[in-house]
């Protein structure tokens, strides 16, 4: 896709690129609920200290959250700034004061979403993968911005 100066500059308009790409890769997985479990598969396996935060979760409920979590993350970018953002609830709940997720599970996180889309993307390209990284880095940056935060 070539860069357009009419959509605002380069800069924008790749980003945005970079969101429609990443959303329409989202969707593609979505047409199969295993992708849910398999994320949680992979991010057990990079990240063993998780799982035993999940003790005592509801996997049936909690693939419903992570579609919306994912869902968030992705638009997350197409946000005004200031808050309250879309995320501030979210990133309360598990800063230091609620679930204390620490800053070092993100990394993982963001790593296992990319391993599952790869596997369940019929249509994964390195491009896809950098669409991803690119579109989920600023509220994943957010949540982990709020990790100190006060709940509010
Ligand atoms: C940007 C990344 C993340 C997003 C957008 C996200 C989103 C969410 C959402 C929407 C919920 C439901 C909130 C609620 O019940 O009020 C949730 C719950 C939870 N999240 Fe996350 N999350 C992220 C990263 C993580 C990470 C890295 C961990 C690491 C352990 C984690 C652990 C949990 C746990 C333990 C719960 C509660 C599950 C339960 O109710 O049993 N999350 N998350």
Redesign the pocket.
């Known amino acids: 896709m070539g860069r357009s100066l009419a959509l605002g500059g380069p800069v924008v308009s790749r980003d945005s690129a970079a969101r429609d790409m990443a959303s329409a890769s989202y969707q593609r997985c979505c047409e199969n609920p295993a992708f849910f479990e398999a994320f949680y598969r992979n991010?057990f396996t990079v990240?063993p200290e998780?799982a035993p935060?999940?003790a005592?979760?509801?996997f049936e409920?909690?693939s419903k959250?992570?579609r919306?979590?994912?869902g968030?993350?992705l638009i997350f970018p197409k946000q005004p700034e200031g808050e309250p953002t879309l995320?501030t609830?979210?990133a309360g709940?598990?800063s230091r004061s609620d679930?204390n997720?620490p800053p070092s599970?993100?990394p993982?996180?963001?790593d296992s979403l990319i391993a599952t889309v790869k596997q369940y993307d019929p249509a994964w390209t390195p491009e896809v993968e950098d669409a991803w990284r690119r579109t989920?880095a600023k509220?994943?940056a957010y949540?982990v911005s709020r990790y100190e935060a006060q709940p509010r």
Do not use: E, I, K, S
């Open positions: 991010f990240c998780a935060r999940f005592n979760t509801d409920r909690q959250l992570l919306h979590a994912f968030l993350l995320l609830r979210v709940r598990h679930l997720v599970f993100y993982p996180f963001v989920v509220g994943v949540m």
